[in-house]
Every structure is written in structure tokens, then in C-alpha cells.
């Protein structure tokens, strides 16, 4: 998006704001599905929890996407936008039975992940199919905070446990019609991701009744220039040869699918904020936005590095700051970074910001969420009213006691 469009949007919504450019999730999209356009069944379910708001569901179901959902209320968001039951998939860690039955019982595909529930699951509804999903113990990505595939991982069934899942299965007489891996977030090599392919192929002639098998997701993309990326478009031409070759053994034409958030909404997003105060100190220049952690917390939860432009002075000079927020704490977007001279009032945008972002933003301070704007066919679209004083007060009771 232009810097002048980002800054008309800041002025008109005000800040701090979340901007979603709609055609470059369309591309990201069709990308995906043109890497794949060789498999016969290409299934691609967006991962709810990356970017929620209900236009941004109801862009992705007018362009045939499926849904990923970890939560009731994802399911609930995503049969509110419009998605036919069948086009989702849940894919909790840890929730109850209740809650699984209760999701099932609205025609959610349900994909479970560990043998207790799978058990007690299949004891009472052994009519109703169900995926299972394994953990290959393969190691996505460096950082542990978003590998799930590790021995010690709490996500899947583990891969050395197939001979009790099987008796389970047995005993049940329940059906598995999917197979499913995620290894987590940020694969950097796709011979990673074709080695944990494997195990899930040989984890799968295990079971006759399968109708599709779920390769996840943590493809990377990139946060500034020269970043590294998944190749997409390489190891949609490598799998696709392995998974129509395992299709011919296992003598029936699957569906291939993926749940990818980050990859189809990560780039797509701007986060503006303006700039409260500069602040010089003995050692370092802060720059201090309206925002903090509880708007965005990637920065400090995970160390993502989400580039920084003064998109009021984009040809100024440039000048290392610190970029910070105004919590009632440390709460560093960026170290030392290298940004325009900054004048206090300017719009500082943060790129990368379509995952994980506003999904994970707070009220901490008593601040308001911000408000989101969908940049679609070249017009500014509110999605979601920055949040007002009633919906902090919203839900609690003032006791009168006092
Ligand atoms: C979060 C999640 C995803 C999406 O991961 P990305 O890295 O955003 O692509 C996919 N599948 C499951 C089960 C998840 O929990």
C-alpha cells in the first residue's frame, strides 16, 4: 500500500489503526493455489486465529477457502461469515470433550490430538469420523516458543504411540477419514517439511478410510528484503509429485490440505501509530508511540522483528532509535533501528502486521483495542469501531458494598 493511502487512512480513522490490504491476501491465496494447482483435491483452510475479524472471513470464503478453527467461538465467527459446517475444520489443543461433541454436533470436521479424548470420543460417537493429528517429532524452525513438533511438544499424538492409537480405533470402531501434521510456525527449509511429509504418509497406511491429509502449515514469510521465505512455489511442485504418487498406492485420489495464517495474511497488514513523544536519553533517541504490547506484543513476546517505517518523512535522513510504546513498562518494539528522522506527531507504520497482531492485542492499561480498516478495491473499509470506555466497563460489576 502507498504511504500516502496509509497516512489518509490515519488521518480519517485515526491512531492508532490496523490496515489490511485485501489484494495482496488474495494473492498470497492464489499463490497457494497455483503452487498446488497439480493435486487433484487441493483443500486450503484458513487459520482463523492469525486475523479473526468476520470481513476478513467473509473475503476468504468468496474465494473458496476453508477455515481452521482452535475454538468454539473461531467456529461460531466462521458459520457467522457464511462457511458451509463442511469447509471447517477444528483443530484444538487441550479443550474438553464438551466442547468437541458440541462443535461436531454443528457438522465441524474435528481433528484430535491426543488418545484420551480420541477414546472417549470415538466410545460415544463411533459413526462420526474423525482426524487425528500426529506429532512427527520433527523440528520446524530454531525457536521453541513456536515449534510444536518436538518430543516434548504438547500438540499431536506422537508418532511412537501409533500402535495404541490404532487399538484404540479398533476397539471404537470409529472412522478416520484425515491425517494431520503442524509442525509449527516458520519452516526455513523445505526438506524439513518434506522429511515430516514422510512420516505422515507412512503414519497413513495405517488407516483405510482416509479422505484427506492436512500438511499444516508454518510456511515463512518474509519481514524485510532479503529475508528468508518458504518457496512456496518449490515445495508446492515437490509435494505435490510425492502426494499424487502416495495417492496411487494408497489407490484412492485425497484431498491435500493446508492451514496456513501467517503466509495469507501476514504481509497484508499495517499497523500506524503516531508518535507521542522523542525522547532523548544519555545513551539512546526513543521514539514513544500510542501503542504499546497490548496492541501489539509480537515484538516482545516472540522477538519478531516487524519493520518500522516514518511514512511521514520517508525520505528523510536516517538515524538509529528505539522505538517504544506507552505501557506502564518495557515494552521495546525495536532496538537501535535504523528509521527516517522522526518528528513527534508522525505516523510510524509496522509492516507485517496481518498475524498475530490485532488477534492478540489486549486491554492492558485500560486502553481500547484499535480500530481495523480493510483497504479493498481501492476505498477504505471500517471492519471494527476502535473500542470506547463502555467496552472497558463492559462485563464488570461495581460492587456496592464499597
Ligand atoms: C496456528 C495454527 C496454524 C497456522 O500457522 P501459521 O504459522 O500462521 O501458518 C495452522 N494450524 C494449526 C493447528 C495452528 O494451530
Not at 483443530?91 to 484420551?116: C, F, H, R, W
Not at 518474509?222 to 509435494?239: A, C
Request: proline residues 3%.
Amino acid at each position: 500500500m502507498e504511504n500516502n493511502t496509509l497516512l489518509k487512512i490515519a488521518e480519517e480513522f485515526g491512531s492508532p489503526v490496523y490496515v489490511y490490504d485485501a489484494e495482496k491476501i488474495v494473492s498470497q491465496y492464489k499463490r497457494l493455489s497455483s503452487a498446488f494447482s497439480k493435486v487433484k483435491k487441493l483443500k486450503i483452510n484458513y487459520a482463523t486465529k492469525a486475523l479473526s475479524n468476520i470481513s476478513v472471513l467473509k473475503l476468504f470464503n468468496s474465494l473458496g477457502s476453508g477455515l481452521d478453527t482452535v475454538s468454539i467461538q473461531e467456529v461460531q465467527l466462521g458459520l457467522k461469515a457464511g462457511f458451509n459446517p463442511k469447509d471447517i475444520i477444528f483443530t484444538p489443543n487441550g479443550v474438553s470433550l464438551k466442547e468437541i461433541e458440541e462443535v461436531s454436533a454443528m457438522g465441524v470436521q474435528i481433528n484430535i490430538d491426543n488418545l484420551s479424548i480420541l477414546e472417549q470420543f470415538g466410545a460415544k460417537h463411533p459413526k462420526v469420523p474423525v482426524c487425528i493429528r500426529i506429532n512427527p517429532h520433527v523440528m520446524a524452525g530454531g525457536n521453541t516458543n513456536i515449534s510444536v513438533g518436538h518430543i516434548d511438544s504438547k500438540f499431536g499424538i506422537s508418532i511412537h504411540q501409533i500402535p495404541l492409537l490404532l487399538r484404540i480405533v479398533e476397539n471404537t470402531k470409529m472412522t478416520i477419514n484425515g491425517i494431520h501434521m503442524h509442525t509449527g510456525s516458520d519452516i526455513l527449509d523445505i526438506d524439513v517439511f518434506l522429511y515430516a511429509s514422510e512420516i505422515l504418509f507412512d503414519t497413513a497406511k495405517h488407516f483405510p478410510d482416509l479422505e484427506f491429509m492436512d500438511f499444516g502449515s508454518g510456511f515463512k514469510v518474509p519481514y524485510s528484503k532479503g529475508d528468508i521465505e518458504t518457496n512456496i512455489e518449490e515445495l508446492g511442485e515437490k509435494l505435490t509429485k510425492r502426494f499424487n504418487q502416495f495417492c496411487k498406492e494408497y489407490g484412492k485420489t485425497l484431498t491435500l490440505a493446508f492451514e496456513p495464517g501467517k503466509f495469507l495474511v501476514s504481509e497484508s497488514g499495517f499497523f500506524l501509530t503516531k508518535v507521542n513523544v522523542v525522547k532523548q536519553t544519555t545513551s539512546t533517541v526513543f521514539a514513544q508511540v500510542d501503542s504499546g504490547f497490548n496492541h501489539l506484543i509480537r515484538p516482545m513476546l516472540y522477538g519478531s522483528k516487524h519493520e518500522i517505517e516514518n511514512i511521514s518523512n520517508p525520505a528523510g535522513r536516517e538515524r538509529f532509535y528505539s522505538v517504544v510504546g506507552y505501557i506502564c513498562e518495557t515494552d521495546t518494539f525495536a532496538n537501535n533501528r535504523r528509521i527516517t528522522e522522526i518528528s513527534e506527531g508522525d505516523i510510524l507504520c509496522f509492516k507485517n502486521a496481518g498475524a498475530y497482531c490485532f488477534t492478540m492485542a489486549s486491554n492492558y492499561n485500560s486502553r481500547y483495542r484499535p480500530a481495523e480498516v480493510l483497504w479493498y478495491k481501492g476505498k477504505a473499509h471500517l471492519i471494527r469501531k476502535q473500542e470506547s470506555f463502555e467496552d472497558i466497563l463492559r462485563n464488570q460489576i461495581e460492587l456496592e458494598a464499597f
